[in-house]
């Protein structure tokens, strides 16, 4: 401490100022080691959720059980990978499987049997039923749509 | 010396006309704590109070996944094998509960033994102890929160202690337990005293606490107050006795990080209230004295009397603690003062030998 005070007494004030840079780095370099050391853990810990669910996103095809039995112009909804999906029997045995995430704020849209449409309610978006087209409100894009097949009265839906 | 820079700054000046941080600073470089041979136990209050923060700290990581209730034990099954490093949060957690608890006895008996109670620090000595045991119904709370097999007996045998009261006791248990059996009614009850009524208690006495020692400084040693004034030997709180502190706390992270990753916590098979308990089954650590007497009173007077009886000892023992500022209060240490000092090492005794004799007789795992 004397040494800082009357620095004419130092015999090399150069080294000593160059010691004490290299204190500081250290003792960064440390601190960062210990920040880095806690903070990677908790990172990863509230992260968990999030990378579980992209690696559910990567799920490229679902296969529905009961869905065959779908009577014609009713809907399902049903999860494809984390996020929510229908799928529609319509009145001519075509079917149709989109993405009912909303592409405009995220809601989930949901199928209209007496107008035959896609709609979300949140901000009046209209979808096209059998290409989930948009083609009303605010909506930007089409719903993302799937590949439907029916395997031994088992419907497959598989991403594009 | 040169006054500390106050001027260069318009943000620092603007900030510390409003809020007068040049107070705290002008308070922090002239505060002076005492320096001789006993200073090593100055250091165990801070890692008690380094440990609690590592206790919110991780707390507050685990209620971002835990739910109490029915699924209490299926979402510390997940925190502790399905969410990334979820074992090391809870393990953190649970390391450093009875870290903490550990420290806080040290600082206690050091506190005791260096008659830190006398005038003016009576306050100091019962907020302690208040913290102490609010320190010691957290751990009885968070133990049951897991309800594995191992928490849900431990509770259970916890929680028929009050019973054994006459009258009002059998009521006062169903009270904390939400019913006659321990439940997912119980789960909710101690979460919510785990981790709103408690800290909400717990804080301000702390506070309390933190601020006496401000008012009052350090209390020193008897053969320290012996010497003049001028012979006792103190160093600047900042930054001497702060970077020591801060070298302390590294040193308390260092070895919480070391248990927590070494040793990870584990977690027991769900609760099942029909099958038995099981063989080993035990309290944490600082409930095994009391757990230990509390076996052997009943050994001793079967039925209810036994276990009244070894509870009205420790609770005479407690009162006789809280008291002691009032009986020893002359410094230099006269009759009474011995008498405390014989006091604190019969306590201590039997705290110990209780302890490592409810280990000594425990089965082992099967």
């Known amino acids: 401490m004397s040494d800082e005070i009357r620095p004419e007494q130092n015999p090399s004030p150069e080294s000593d100022g160059s010691r004490r840079n290299f204190l500081k780095v250290a003792a960064g370099a440390l601190g960062a080691c210990y920040v880095g050391g806690m903070g990677y853990p908790v990172y990863r810990y509230l992260a968990s959720p999030v990378e579980k669910a992209e690696s559910a996103t990567a799920v490229k095809e679902v296969v529905l059980d009961q869905a065959a039995s779908l009577p014609k112009n009713t809907s399902l909804m049903f999860k494809f990978g984390s996020k929510p999906a229908m799928l529609i029997h319509h009145d001519d045995d075509t079917w149709t499987a989109v993405s009912a995430v909303c592409t405009h704020l995220g809601c989930t849209a949901g199928y209209e049997p007496n107008e035959k449409r896609i709609f979300c309610p949140c901000h009046g978006g209209v979808y096209d039923a059998k290409t989930g087209a948009n083609v009303a409100g605010p909506p930007p894009k089409p719903l993302e749509q799937f590949q439907v097949k029916n395997v031994d009265g088992k419907v497959v839906v598989s991403r594009a | ?366």
């Open chain 2, 1 to 366: 010396m040169p006054e500390p820079k106050k001027t260069n700054s318009g943000v620092y000046e603007w900030l510390d006309e409003r809020l007068g941080i040049s107070d705290i600073v002008e308070l922090a470089t002239h505060k002076r704590v005492p320096e001789h041979k006993h200073s090593f136990w100055y250091y165990w209050g801070g890692i008690t109070l380094f440990f609690f923060i590592v206790m919110c700290l991780s707390g507050v990581l685990l209620l971002v996944y835990y739910r109490p209730g029915d699924e209490a034990y299926e979402s510390v099954r997940q925190i502790t094998y399905d969410i990334h490093f979820g074992w090391l949060i809870r393990s953190t957690h649970s390391w450093a509960a009875n870290l903490m608890v550990a420290s806080a006895f040290v600082h206690m008996f050091s506190a005791y033994f260096m008659k830190a109670y006398r005038k003016p620090r009576e306050f100091l000595w019962w907020t302690g102890i208040v913290l102490l045991l609010l320190a010691m119904t957290f751990g009885f709370s968070g133990y049951l929160l897991p309800m594995d097999e191992l928490a849900f007996f431990a509770t259970k045998v916890g929680l028929s202690i009050p019973a054994v009261i006459p009258g009002v006791g059998p009521w006062i248990s169903d009270m904390i337990r939400g019913g006659p059996e321990i439940s997912s009614f119980t789960v909710s009850r101690f979460f919510a005293l785990h981790v709103v009524i408690l800290p909400a208690l717990f804080i301000p006495v702390l506070m309390m606490h933190l601020g006496l020692v401000q008012k009052h400084g350090m209390s020193i040693p008897e053969s320290e107050e012996a010497k003049p004034e001028h012979m006792r030997k103190t160093i600047p709180f900042f930054p001497n006795f702060a970077m020591k502190d801060l070298a302390v706390w590294l040193i308390a992270l260092n070895v919480l990080a070391l248990c927590a990753a070494l040793y990870p916590w584990d977690l027991g098979p769900a609760a099942d209230a029909l099958k038995p308990a099981p063989m080993d089954i035990h309290p944490e650590w600082y409930f095994m004295s009391s757990f230990q007497v509390l076996k052997l009173f009943g050994n001793w007077f079967p039925g209810a009397a036994g276990e009244f009886i070894g509870l009205g000892i420790f609770n005479l023992g407690l009162v006789l603690w809280v008291a002691i500022p009032f009986f020893d209060t002359k410094t230099p240490a006269g009759k009474w003062g011995r008498r405390a000092t014989w006091f604190g090492f019969f306590a201590l005794t039997i705290l110990v030998v209780t302890t490592v004799w409810g280990y000594a007789v425990l089965p082992p795992a099967p």
